[in-house]
């Protein structure tokens, strides 16, 4: 593990609260009709509260003490996204929860409300092709992956099953541990792979519902996100130039992926290379996407340890303590705050903290 001497970020913090639930995931985003950015939060007793933001000088400062409630009338919450599945002019929120409930709320009511599996569903990720269809991409811990519209399902299979089509040996209680869609693009195609990790230590791509690769990696994956972390020319563990930004976004992206034993690899041109290692399990990561002279994306990392680790260049910039381990993490995706972004962090203790980060550097 490298360590940076001197801290890249300046971390503020402009609003701690405790919430009065227990609560498993968090969404910052604008959703419904609300105006505003909301705290959206995904509880252990299956609702869903909403917080919307407070301002100052039009800049976000908090959020409110009081939520509204919406009930998903299912189990513990443990995957909550807000996209506009719905195409009714808002954003809607994607519900998922320990016992296979999967619900669709659309400006404050439920609109689809359905059971995948008896399991916990573990992911849910959003899939839009080059002309504008999406579905949503639905993984279980039994090892079911879904694809599904708001009404139908498109196609569903069952990860063991399709591993014994291939001739791949597999255990039946194989489960998937976390989803991630990953776009490339050519000059000629974009394409995207539905990238699934499993509870074997393998990663698979998924292409229209067909397996295409399976790749091993040294650890279970638990969490993935996609930027520009290495050169494309890094094999090594040097510090070689890395691209330049107006040609990075010609090439594909590559994908970040953590891990249980607290390695994080990336994912680049279909090989998996080393990033960067902590001493504690990893259960989420998130891209801070570079700015100002920053040719490299960052890596937002929480797990088991009560801090937040900023990772860039396969060093720890930035670290920033907190009371209790942290288990959700989400970044505020505006514009205005592209030099100085803004992070939601939720903790055990049912503290949600609301960071604002400037470069020092």
Known sequence: M??????????????????????????????FRIKDVCLCVGCENGQIQVFQSL???????????????????????HSLTAHDVTKFSSIDILAADSKGMFTI?????????????????????IETDAVGNMCMIIGTTCG?????????????????????DEGKPCDKNISIECLHVLRTQTSSVDCNYIVVADSEKNIHLFQNGRLVMTLSVPSVITSMCSGYFISDDTKDHGNNPSPHKGQRFHSDKQVALSSKSGAIFILSNFAILPYFTLSYPITKIKLLSASGTDDLDSVLCIG????????????????????DWIHSLDVINDDSLKDSPM???????????????????
Do not use: M
């Not at 079911?144 to 014994?164: F, G, K, M």
């Not at 088991?304 to 009371?323: A, D, G, P, S, W």
């Open 304 to 323: 088991h340890f009560n801090k937040l680790c900023i990772l860039q260049n396969r060093i720890c910039v930035t670290t920033y303590k907190t009371e």
């Open 343 to 361: 992070l939601v962090l939720g903790c055990l203790d049912k503290s949600v903290k609301l960071l604002q980060l400037t470069n020092e550097r």
């Open 144 to 164: 079911l992956l879904v694809a599904t519209s708001p009404y139908d399902i498109i196609w569903r299979c069952r990860l063991n099953e399709v591993l014994q």
């Open 2 to 31: 490298i360590l940076d001497n001197s801290e890249k970020y300046k971390i503020k913090c402009l609003w701690d609260e405790k919430i009065d639930c227990s609560f498993n995931t968090i969404v910052v985003s604008k959703i």
């Open 55 to 77: 301002y100052n000088n039009k800049q976000i400062t908090g959020f409110q003490k009081v939520g509204r409630i919406y009930e998903t009338k299912g189990g513990p919450i």
């Open 105 to 125: 709320v659309t400006n404050g009511q439920i609109l689809n409300r359905r059971s995948i599996c008896d399991s916990k569903i573990s992911d849910v990720v």
